[in-house]
């Protein structure tokens, strides 16, 4: 019989649906069961891509002995991560107190039946193993422990419960600086791995936020030192199996050093974020390997992961017939069946399958070497060597299409979402791509059409429901996205949601003591904690992201109230970023901006005039300039973008509030692009 997940949409919580484990969502009634009965709660939290999490249901939660112990001893609640986020910033930092270390997926955490943790960790193998207890043994002990020694228990976690409640205090305001950027390079410089890329040793995460980071202050700084950095990492992520060779896209982390074998899920929020950063590489070097990263992955969003509504679905999963990466790797046979003996050559040398196999006895594809380096070796033309590999990727992509697709997460998540509009725009922009465009306004559309409503946003939409009030990063994250939009296609509509949702996040999330940004509105449920997000994670910090674009907003709109709720998050952290600047790139970033403010350049004119002095604006890296394109008169924008337009193209830069004169011819624009934009801090 399905247990109490029955009526969820989550794909993740009704792959559990039948577990003999009787399973709870979160909610009022599992809550109050737990006082009732005075049991612990079990709570497990995961996500639908997550590998380990399939290992530990099939082990554990589809066992009769096992859902046996958990039944009569705890009130079980299978919790999504990309649902309530909220629970799961709460009981990972409650983990990483416990434990002394970080946590991950799958969660599981024991907790009071007033929510309060008292013991956790992440996976449990059934009997001891991995240097691991074993689940069965581990559910007899903590029922025991918490009957036995209740009176310790309801001590120590009332204390760990006020700890995570200690939010340090501001310090007096001070000036701030741009030691935290050149603080926080030099300790990058010392992590950064010269050969491979990346920061740190196995496993290596993108880190897009440290990247971005890179970029902007190898560029503002004219230090090829830094930008090289970002550079190298994005070349050796695109050329290892960290990137869909065949099908484009990025998995989620390499569990080696080199790039080469990955953990195999696709998150959309990755994605966004390096669609983003490889067209930015693209405007700084016009590398083609840049740009054909940019292509594939794209292709792969609008392919495989943007619903026929609009919206882009959240993962693709690791395992494909219960074994991680099958859908991926290949067998020399296979490989030599699907190609022509020439095809076969160039793909051997390319992908290094002359070289012993690096998944399981098979093949996962990576750039082994050059094709100037197998022109040479097999004495035909580097041209020709490239006609071949293309037409070897088309019928293996062809022929992978037929094996047992991994499982896809359809939910479509607000937050995520934000980022992959942001990258499909931005993208859109640099390559003067419309069909990208096309998708990152349709992805916007499907959002403002079923996740908004009555001025609010909701976070989750699967199955015709729109779910769960939004949080912080719903509101961030599509507030930046709206600012990206209207700098590829000027839309009133997309400014003037943006300034609803800036609107929102000051009335609903700001602390209005401190200045920075609660993850939860004020007027959501009442957890044992109420986040304030500020490191980056796998995405970037929502009280970053929120103080840029409200920065942005801002000088955009001439509304000083953004301006000042911006410059205060900033001012609420900068001891903290002073004091120990890594994990805060995102915020670094916001630092870096509001030091030397972006530019605000509006263009204007009739369409066709204009194409040649849009283009300019593709040469220009973005993190230089925001840029509004304006084909008409718009009635009741706000008084900075009100501009005198006509039939002939027209520009005017600002800086805060000084403007520079009118800029009537294309020269005079690339000579003010070129020179003009170049400010060091």
């Given amino acids: 019989m399905p247990n109490h997940l029955a009526g969820e ?54 066992d ?81 422990f918490y009957h036995a020694e209740n009176e310790q228990i309801q001590r120590e976690s009332a204390g760990l419960t006020q700890a995570l409640n200690q939010a340090p205090q501001p310090a007096p305001g001070s000036e701030m600086t741009a030691q935290p950027l050149a603080t926080a390079m030099l300790a990058m410089v010392s992590n950064f791995d010269a050969r491979h890329g990346g920061f740190g040793g196995a496993p290596k995460f993108p880190h897009p936020a440290n990247l971005e980071l890179c970029l902007r202050e190898g560029a503002f700084r004219g230090d090829a030192n830094f930008s090289n950095m970002g550079l190298l990492t994005l070349t050796r992520m695109a050329q290892g199996g960290v990137f869909d060779q065949l099908g484009g896209g990025f998995f989620r982390y390499s569990v080696d050093e080199r790039w080469e074998i990955p953990h195999f899920e696709k998150m959309l929020y990755d994605n966004g974020q390096l669609l983003a950063l490889y067209a930015d590489a693209w405007v700084l070097t016009r590398e083609a390997l840049f740009h054909q990263v940019a292509e594939a992955t794209a292709g792969w969003v609008m392919r495989e992961m943007q619903a026929p509504s609009g919206g882009y679905y959240s993962t693709q999963d690791a395992d494909s017939e219960h074994e991680e990466g099958k859908f991926y790797v290949w067998s020399q046979e296979e490989m030599r069946a699907t190609l022509t003996q020439a095809e076969h050559a160039v793909c051997e040398l390319y992908y290094g399958l002359d070289q012993p196999a690096n998944f399981d006895g098979a093949w996962h594809l990576r750039v ?36 047992v697709r991994p499982g896809r997460d359809e939910k479509i998540l607000c937050a995520w979402n934000g980022l992959m509009i942001k990258g499909m725009a931005h993208a859109a922009r640099v390559f003067g791509r419309a069909d990208w465009l096309q998708s990152a306004q349709r992805a916007r559309t499907f959002l403002r059409e079923n996740l908004w409503a009555n001025g609010r946003l909701l976070a989750v939409h699967k199955d015709g429901q729109a779910r769960f009030n939004a949080y912080l990063d719903d509101y961030a994250f599509l507030l930046d996205a709206l600012l990206e939009l209207l700098q590829a296609e000027f839309d009133p509509a997309d400014l003037h949601w943006a300034m609803e949702l800036a609107e929102v996040l000051l009335a609903q999330f700001q602390d209005v003591e401190r200045g920075d940004f609660f993850f939860t509105a004020h007027d959501h449920e009442q957890l044992i904690q109420r986040p304030k997000p500020v490191h980056d994670s796998a995405t970037p910090s929502g009280n970053a ?66 194409q040649e002095w849009r283009a300019a604006l593709c040469e220009v890296y973005g993190a230089r300039l925001f840029s509004v394109v304006l084909q008409e008169n718009h009635a ?33 624009l690339r000579e003010l692009l070129q020179k003009d934009l170049a400010i060091p801090i």
């Fill in 9 to 62: 949409t989550s794909p993740y919580l009704l792959q559990h649906v039948n577990n003999p484990v009787d399973w709870y969502p979160w909610g009022e009634q599992a809550l109050a069961l737990a006082r009732e009965q005075n049991k612990p709660i079990l709570l497990s939290i995961g996500y639908s891509a997550c590998h380990w999490c399939h290992v530990m249901a099939h082990e554990s939660f589809e």
């Fill in 64 to 144: 009769a002995e096992v859902a046996a112990l958990m039944n009569e001893h705890f009130i079980n609640i299978k919790v999504d991560r990309e649902e309530r986020p909220d629970l799961d910033h709460i009981y990972q930092a409650a983990h990483s107190m416990i434990a002394g270390r970080a946590g991950g997926w799958p969660l599981t955490m024991f907790l009071t039946p007033q929510q309060q943790p008292f013991f956790g960790g992440t996976y449990f193998p059934k009997t001891p193993r991995y240097q691991l207890p074993g689940f069965t043994d581990l559910l007899s002990r903590v029922a025991h």
């Fill in 368 to 403: 082994a070497r050059t094709l100037a380096e197998i022109s040479r070796r097999l004495g035909v033309t580097a041209e020709e060597c490239g006609h071949l590999l293309a037409s070897a990727n088309a019928k293996l992509l062809a022929r992978r299409e037929q094996r």
């Fill in 545 to 610: 992201v929120a103080a840029r674009a409200l920065l942005r907003l801002g000088r955009l709109t001439g509304n000083s109230r953004y301006i000042d709720a911006g410059e205060r998050v900033l001012r609420c952290y900068y001891p903290a970023l002073a004091e120990h600047p890594g994990g805060f790139a995102s915020l670094l970033t916001v630092l870096q901006e509001y030091l030397v403010p972006l530019p605000i350049l509006i263009l204007g004119g009739e369409a066709d005039a204009l």
């Fill in 636 to 668: 009741g924008l706000p008084e900075p973008l009100r501009k005198p337009l006509g039939h002939k193209p027209a520009a005017w830069l600002c800086r805060g509030t000084q403007c520079l004169p009118e800029i009537t011819d294309l020269a005079g």
